[in-house]
């Protein structure tokens, strides 16, 4: 955490915004700005359905309006989502994102980014899984 703070001091700022060029150090802040421009918001407030970019967002929202506070322990991490930023999309398992863009977003930048080696574990873990569901598909018709 504390090289992650330093580099925000940095002059050089590795990580452009395609959008209007602004830079970032680190690809998580570039990432939680380019939702600025897209529109995506993937946390959504069960009470009043209002969305946000970021979970603390939400969580602040939650008990500033709503009156929910959140029952995390000290240091507890919380379950994380896999969202795709090309459509929002928002799944429980990074294998359920791949699956989703592959299918929905095959030209997106995420394919091309996600490492040969992340895309052969999950090609492994997925095949089964798919050949189940086409076998499926086979006796339906």
């Given at each position: 955490m504390?090289?992650?703070h330093v580099?925000?001091?940095?002059q050089?700022?590795?990580?452009?915004c395609?959008?209007?060029?602004?830079?970032?150090?680190?690809?998580f802040?570039?990432?939680?700005?380019v939702?600025?421009?897209?529109?995506?918001?993937p946390?959504?407030?069960e009470?009043?359905?209002?969305a946000?970019t970021?979970r603390?967002?939400?969580?602040?929202?939650?008990k500033?309006?709503h009156?929910?506070?959140?029952?995390?322990?000290?240091?507890?991490?919380?379950?994380?989502?896999?969202?795709?930023?090309?459509?929002g999309?928002?799944?429980?398992t990074?294998?359920?994102?791949?699956?989703?863009v592959?299918?929905?977003?095959?030209?997106?930048?995420?394919?091309?980014?996600?490492?040969?080696k992340?895309?052969?574990?999950?090609?492994?873990k997925?095949?089964?899984?798919?050949q189940?569901n086409?076998?499926?598909d086979?006796k339906?018709?």
């Amino acid at each position: 955490m504390l090289n992650r703070h330093v580099k925000c001091h940095s002059q050089v700022k590795r990580h452009l915004c395609t959008f209007c060029g602004k830079g970032f150090n680190d690809t998580f802040d570039l990432k939680r700005h380019v939702r600025t421009h897209t529109g995506i918001r993937p946390y959504k407030c069960e009470v009043c359905n209002k969305a946000f970019t970021q979970r603390c967002s939400l969580e602040s929202h939650l008990k500033k309006i709503h009156g929910v506070q959140q029952q995390y322990a000290y240091k507890q991490r919380r379950d994380k989502l896999y969202v795709c930023e090309d459509c929002g999309y928002t799944g429980p398992t990074q294998e359920d994102l791949y699956l989703h863009v592959s299918s929905a977003h095959p030209s997106s930048a995420f394919l091309k980014k996600t490492s040969k080696k992340l895309a052969a574990v999950l090609q492994n873990k997925l095949s089964p899984v798919l050949q189940r569901n086409s076998k499926d598909d086979d006796k339906d018709e």
